[in-house]
């Protein structure tokens, strides 16, 4: 445990002197800023009916998310393992009287530590600005839903920070890995699973009638939807996106097709749940991934 605790305090210390960390976070705190004046700007002027909209900065904080959020997540990783190679301070490490998994464990809680304080941070001052200009008052449903969208977020910048440092124990080029990892997050980030979604559910049901859903047009044959859903949902950028879309409707009863959606909270989440796998997987997936890679095999 000592051992974890001081890889944990390296990792913090340099990323206070990384610089590609420093301008990826404050890159992203400076569009948090604009979201929450823009989100606030458009409640003031258009003052959307009731409570359906007051959480409408959870829409525009998304995007910034599943983007800017993901190169603050792939500026940690990257530099953990392939800035510390050619500088040799990684074999520096491994000749302490310190275990191998002690150190992954150390880089990985580190990073993952900064990751939450910065997404914490940026987005507390995005909803500070938004609540000051709306002069909506912060009550028990606003505050948990806000913290769901926080803890979702934690749970996508984790996935791709895992992602990020696994790469880099693999690779050993910088390059080869920087292009691979953005080629991950392109496809995460673009319509690419949902588009492949369709396809397959043409395949296999046909040319089918659709309506317009988020990201595009879904079927309106149950099956085919589900199929194209799945297909969609391996993207964890769709799935957080979908997720905080939803988070911010259904703050009263609406009717949809003569069914009732309740604005319970737990009857949100439940109705949301097909979201929530990748994020959960992928964080635990790559974390275990770092862990097996960096124990077992030579990267110094």
Known sequence: MPGIITIIKKEISDAVTNRSFLLSFGILVLCMVIAGFASGNAFNSQRFVASKDRLLILREIAPIITQLGALVSVALGFNSIN??????????????????DQIILGKLLGNLVITTIATTASMGISLALYLQMTKIVLDSETLVRYSTLILLAILLLGGYLGLSILLSASIEDPKTTLLVTFLFLGIFNSETLFSYGQIFSNLVYGNIPRVWGLGGSVPV????????????????????????????NYLQPITTNGVVINSSFWDLITNNLVYLPILIVLPLATFIGCYVIFTRTDIS
């Open 83 to 100: 800035k510390e190679r050619p500088e040799g301070s990684l074999k520096v490490v491994l000749s302490y009287p310190i275990y191998r």
């Open 221 to 248: 044959y149950a099956p085919a939807k589900a199929l194209q859903d799945f297909i969609s949902s391996l993207s964890p950028a769709y799935d957080f996106t979908a997720f905080s879309t939803n988070l911010s």
